[in-house]
């Protein structure tokens, strides 16, 4: 069956440091993978999605950065972390054409 | 992809069954309908999608109605488990896939 892991769960940084989220899926090859926000009691943001290897549109403009260096591996980025970049980032990849997406457990970042 | 209309909160007795409206008026003919729930500091978890037929699964039914501008996720026998924020999403059947998750439902399910 396939999974997908993110980490670290939770992260606490300073404004101006760089990020860099991971999101790896298991048994499944070529998926679609997504890097979404959310804001405490809000629904999900779609911030990056990828269709293959090197393959990344970017849905808002922001201070944020994606990469998808392996198959299964999608990174979210940052140079210098903002405020505003606070947040529950969620990871999530699809099979494609009209398949569900699923979701990892999140990671909860503050910034300070 | 279009854009859904869903109720802010619902209660719900536990044992009975939660219906659970959303609106979709603008949906396109290939635009699915899917619904996510979140519990509490964890992702969104898939529960059904359909394009314009009824579906069941062991988790809900999803009724659709004829001209697809709504549809009603339904949890038979709730249970207190079943309290979290429930997501309907409208997305296209294209590769990319992409969903536009509005606030959702917060359903509530009492004892």
Request: net charge positive; hydrophobic share 30%.
């Given at each position: 069956s396939q999974t997908i892991h993110q980490w670290p769960a939770t992260l606490v940084q300073p404004v101006g440091s760089p990020l860099s989220l991971e999101c790896t899926v298991e048994g499944t090859s070529n998926p679609n993978l997504y890097w979404y926000r959310q804001a405490a009691g809000r629904g999900l943001q779609l911030l990056f999605y990828s269709v293959g290897i090197g393959q990344i549109s970017s849905e808002v403009p922001q201070n944020l950065s994606a990469s998808r260096p392996q198959d299964r591996q999608f990174i979210l980025s940052s140079k210098k972390l903002l405020l505003s970049d606070s947040g529950f980032y969620l990871c999530a990849w699809s099979k494609g054409k009209g398949q569900p997406q699923h979701f990892g457990d999140g990671t909860r970042l503050s910034i300070l | 992809d279009a854009k859904t209309t869903q109720p802010t909160s619902m209660d719900c007795a536990e044992g009975r069954a939660a219906n659970l409206p959303c609106n979709h008026s603008t949906i396109s003919g290939n635009e699915y309908v899917y619904w996510y729930r979140q519990i509490h500091s964890q992702g969104p978890q898939y529960i059904i999608h359909g394009l314009k037929n009824n579906e069941t699964n062991e988790m809900a039914s999803l009724i659709i109605t004829e001209d697809r501008k709504s549809s009603t996720l339904i949890l038979p026998h709730a249970t207190l488990r079943d309290t979290a924020v429930y997501y309907c999403i409208v997305r296209a059947?294209?590769?990319?896939?992409k969903s536009t998750f509005g606030d959702g439902t917060t359903l509530t399910v009492k004892p």
């Amino acid at each position: 069956s396939q999974t997908i892991h993110q980490w670290p769960a939770t992260l606490v940084q300073p404004v101006g440091s760089p990020l860099s989220l991971e999101c790896t899926v298991e048994g499944t090859s070529n998926p679609n993978l997504y890097w979404y926000r959310q804001a405490a009691g809000r629904g999900l943001q779609l911030l990056f999605y990828s269709v293959g290897i090197g393959q990344i549109s970017s849905e808002v403009p922001q201070n944020l950065s994606a990469s998808r260096p392996q198959d299964r591996q999608f990174i979210l980025s940052s140079k210098k972390l903002l405020l505003s970049d606070s947040g529950f980032y969620l990871c999530a990849w699809s099979k494609g054409k009209g398949q569900p997406q699923h979701f990892g457990d999140g990671t909860r970042l503050s910034i300070l | 992809d279009a854009k859904t209309t869903q109720p802010t909160s619902m209660d719900c007795a536990e044992g009975r069954a939660a219906n659970l409206p959303c609106n979709h008026s603008t949906i396109s003919g290939n635009e699915y309908v899917y619904w996510y729930r979140q519990i509490h500091s964890q992702g969104p978890q898939y529960i059904i999608h359909g394009l314009k037929n009824n579906e069941t699964n062991e988790m809900a039914s999803l009724i659709i109605t004829e001209d697809r501008k709504s549809s009603t996720l339904i949890l038979p026998h709730a249970t207190l488990r079943d309290t979290a924020v429930y997501y309907c999403i409208v997305r296209a059947n294209t590769n990319a896939g992409k969903s536009t998750f509005g606030d959702g439902t917060t359903l509530t399910v009492k004892p």
